[in-house]
């Protein structure tokens, strides 16, 4: 509890959507307390909860924080700490991540898809199993469309100023029958820049939360969606990832990559839409400036377009002129 009480006093320290992540002093060293959000809007799948994952993998991937402690009342978690530069901090989008990222990636990738599915927490009862990956598709379809659903009415006005459909998922949702049966595994999909702390020549993974039982190639293609790499690097990790992988988890990933691909673009569109004009509301959360904001918005919703057939495109002056119209009603 003095953990607890003593990361409290400290709640302005760095934060994801769904956790704040506190550095505490120890007789033993720093540890991380982690803290769940009040409030914070289910965005993304959540399937079980990080205190029950991190335990079951730590057999399989060693480049994963230690769980050291879990409350349910006070909810929190208290992980090792992990010395070393947050990627981002290091290598932000558009400059060249260290040359053992990529072979880091996917080790970790090849790490995955040998946890037991008996080690994992269990599985609600309708979720997807053995090589069903169109149903695990409609998962994240379904998802997708529940959060629109449940944000349109406080945000009707945005989506239609952005010119988001009234069904945005159906282009992904018309591709889940033509994916390639594979074997269903255990995902962290969550791997991204902010999730990977770099220190002395090797990486390791942070942020369980919205770990899956799910599609490998699923886990590849949400890792490029939120990566930003250079041209090279995506080539890189592909190669790797194709080459590392026994080949009944990466048999047709040609065409379902970019069906994932897809998916998270449309979701993308939808969830940021909301999260960025509530940064404008509140800039005092704001993780980059408004003109980056801005930039990165445009871009989403351009990707989203394509899938969605709108046109023309949108540019940065346009969007930034809706979101501050949102933010001063």
Known sequence: MELYESARAHMDAAAGYYNKNVRVSTPDGPVNVRIPIDGADVMDLRLWREDEVLPAIAPYVP???????????????????????VLNDLAPRGVPVPAHVPADVVRLLAQLVEVPREKLPALPPAWPAGEDTPGFGRKLSDLTMWVYSTLVADYEWLYTAFRIPADPVSAAESAWPTLTARPLVCVHADIHRKNMIIDDGRTVFLDWELALWGDPVYELAVHFHKMGYL??????????????????YTRGWEHDLEVYLTHEQIKSAVVDTVRYAQLFVDPSSAPEPEPDLVAKLTEKLNNAYRHWGVSPHADAAGVEAILRRWAGR
């Not at 480049?63 to 530069?85: E, K, N, Y």
């Open 63 to 85: 480049q994963a924080p230690r769980l050291l402690h879990t409350s349910a009342d006070p909810v929190f978690q208290v992980h090792q700490f992990i010395h070393g530069r």
């Open 231 to 248: 041209p090279d690097e995506r080539d890189r990790v592909l190669r790797l990832w194709a080459r590392t992988l026994p080949p009944e």
